[in-house]
């Protein structure tokens, strides 16, 4: 009984069995894509309005999460703050991964000198750590969002690329795509129709997890300073910008924290509890 509690499995029409903590991460992913898409017409108020006497002020019916180091809302700044985390870090994740599978899938077939210069060159990309690589060009460069958005999709497409390689260099083996490449199929469909079905399960998964990575990198840099620039704010900034209200344990440095702590925890929780036929490519 106690088991059945902890964990409700059933199985759906499609003959995935459905986990009630991924339904439950999956929920809240959902809930701040929401939020992403339509913050605009949910704020209460303008994000950069003040409105309230008091700084750092307390939950209120009118202010339900209280006020920021300059007394505005920030359950409003919240809300906006999710477009932009959301919104870079699901940008920037997609081009990473999209790159990095498309060039390994090409290294895995192609091979030879290409495969051995792109993986050697990726490498030293990828030995350069995340955080300093990023605050050394978003110090250079200047902080905008096309700038995050390439800085951390740089970053992450090495990673993106081992993994997708690493798939379609046991995809490459098989029997199957021996006879394509005898037919003389092209490289595009080798890559296309042969090797491309048989990892995207693990791929998407992949590609969960870089998401996490890449809205922890966002808001460190923002924490730092080096992310989005006033008036814009995303979480990490939020936090920033109201630590000075933390020894009062203030709803303006704590709420943000937790939206970030939510988004990346569920999006663990799915990538964990997802149906294993997703998740094992032996099931593809």
């Not at 986990?19 to 999956?26: I, K, M």
């Not at 999460?65 to 007394?71: C, E």
């Not at 490498?123 to 995340?130: C, F, H, R, T």
């Not at 000075?244 to 709420?255: K, T």
Request: glycine letters at 10%; proline letters at 5%; one cysteine or more.
């Amino acid at each position: 009984m106690a088991d059945h509690i902890k964990t409700y499995q059933g199985t759906s029409r499609l003959g995935y069995k459905i986990n009630a903590v991924g339904v439950f991460g999956f929920l809240v992913i959902f809930l701040w894509a929401m939020v992403a898409i339509f913050a605009p017409y949910l704020i209460p108020h303008p994000v950069g309005e003040i409105v309230d006497l008091d700084y750092f002020g307390p939950m209120t019916s009118d202010l339900w999460l209280g006020s920021d180091y300059l007394g505005r809302d920030v359950f409003s700044r919240i809300l906006m703050g999710a477009r932009f985390t959301v919104g870079i870090s699901l940008a920037a994740v997609t081009i990473a991964c999209t790159g990095g599978v498309v060039l390994g899938m090409c290294a895995a077939v192609i091979g030879c000198w290409f495969d051995a210069a792109l993986s050697r060159f990726l490498d030293a990309v990828n030995s350069i750590p995340s955080k300093l690589f990023g605050l050394v060009v978003v110090a250079a460069v200047g902080s905008s969002i096309p700038v995050l958005i390439i800085t951390l999709s740089v970053i992450y497409t090495p990673g993106a690329y081992r993994f997708a390689r690493a798939l379609a260099v046991n995809v490459n083996t098989m029997d199957f795509v021996t006879v394509a490449r005898v037919r003389g199929e092209s490289l595009f469909y080798l890559i296309g129709s042969e090797i491309l079905p048989n990892i995207i399960r693990p791929v998407l998964a992949d590609l969960g997890v870089r998401f996490v990575f890449i809205v922890l990198l966002l808001s460190g840099l923002s924490f730092l300073g080096l992310g989005l620039q006033p008036p814009n704010a995303d979480w990490g900034a939020l936090v920033r910008e109201n630590i000075g209200g933390l020894p009062f344990a203030a709803p303006a440095v704590i709420f943000p924290s937790l939206a970030i702590a939510s988004l990346t925890i569920s999006v663990n929780l799915l990538i964990d509890n997802l149906p294993q036929k997703i998740r094992d490519r032996s099931e593809a």
